[in-house]
């Protein structure tokens, strides 16, 4: 089995790599600068030194791999059974399993269940369906190339051509409403417009420039709903300068390692609290 990998060039697309040796190369990445946009280098280092997953991380795997190549979804993933591990025969069980599961990645059934159930919501709704399973494209690519003098790498869920133009598919989940108002807080709570600023340079450096990118939400609870939304040119090109930002600010951080916090920074009020503040008489307004 591939343990580890290195692209033999750059810029180099690799089809089909393991996500796990994805995640294990120790290359400038999306999730990176966003950890740089919303903190600093001391955080990136300390993230990148401790790799951690979790159970969401872990449904979130799935789904992609169940909803882009369901063919290689036992490959990867393995349900454990539901046995009394403090009992003999449940505790031998578990120990049969554990041999037999290899490197797969274990989810509960209820993780299953959950997977399985926003797969199948992706698969009945016509427009996601037609991004994620019916166009012609490659899924889950793995990008390497060079970014403002760094090593970077991004891995497309899909890319898909329609009418001679490059979309780049990614699929998320979200705890909360897949709505538009909702998801467009989402957008800017967590720094997916640097993601589509970051992903559109990448394709371009490898000699696939795409022209759009598109979102496939996804609830995870019941009754699962879906909804698409592609970002418009006006996020992309706002995101780009503060992307490019942040290459050079990890390009430092590279060549001076971590810094955290430094010297003594004016705090003022807030816009939101601004707001609610009355102008005559400098208090706040409980209205």
């Not at 705890?175 to 967590?190: M, R, V």
């Amino acid at each position: 089995m591939l343990e580890r990998f290195t692209p033999p060039a750059l810029p180099h697309i690799e089809e089909g790599l393991p996500d796990t040796i994805y995640h294990s190369m120790p290359l400038m990445s999306a999730s990176r600068l966003r950890i740089l946009d919303r903190s600093t280098s001391l955080h990136l280092a300390h993230d990148m030194a401790n790799p951690s997953d979790s159970p969401a991380l872990a449904v979130g795997r799935a789904l992609h791999c169940k909803a882009l190549t369901p063919s290689l979804y036992l490959r990867d993933f393995v349900v454990a059974p539901q046995v009394d591990r403090r009992t003999k025969e449940g505790k031998a069980a578990w120990e049969s399993f554990v041999a037999s599961s290899g490197n797969r990645t274990v989810l509960t059934a209820d993780q299953h269940d959950e997977v399985s159930a926003m797969a199948a919501s992706i698969e009945r709704h016509p427009d996601a369906r037609m991004i994620v399973t019916d166009l012609a494209g490659r899924a889950e690519l793995s990008l390497f190339a060079e970014i403002g003098g760094v090593q970077a790498k991004s891995r497309f869920d899909r890319l898909v051509e329609v009418n001679g133009e490059r979309i780049i598919v990614d699929v998320k989940t979200t705890a909360g409403s897949a709505s538009k108002s909702e998801f467009e807080k989402t957008i800017w709570n967590f720094g997916y417009g640097i993601q589509s600023a970051f992903y559109l340079e990448m394709a371009r450096a490898c000699g696939v420039p795409a022209q759009h990118f598109v979102f496939v939400v996804v609830e995870k609870t019941a009754p699962y709903a879906v909804a698409v939304y592609r970002f418009s040119d006006e996020i992309a090109n706002a995101f780009r300068p503060r992307m490019l930002e942040l290459v050079a600010q990890y390009k430092q951080f590279l060549a001076d390692g971590p810094r955290g916090y430094e010297g003594v920074t004016e705090i003022g009020i807030p816009a939101w609290a601004a707001a609610r503040i009355a102008p005559n008489l400098g208090e706040f307004n409980e209205d």
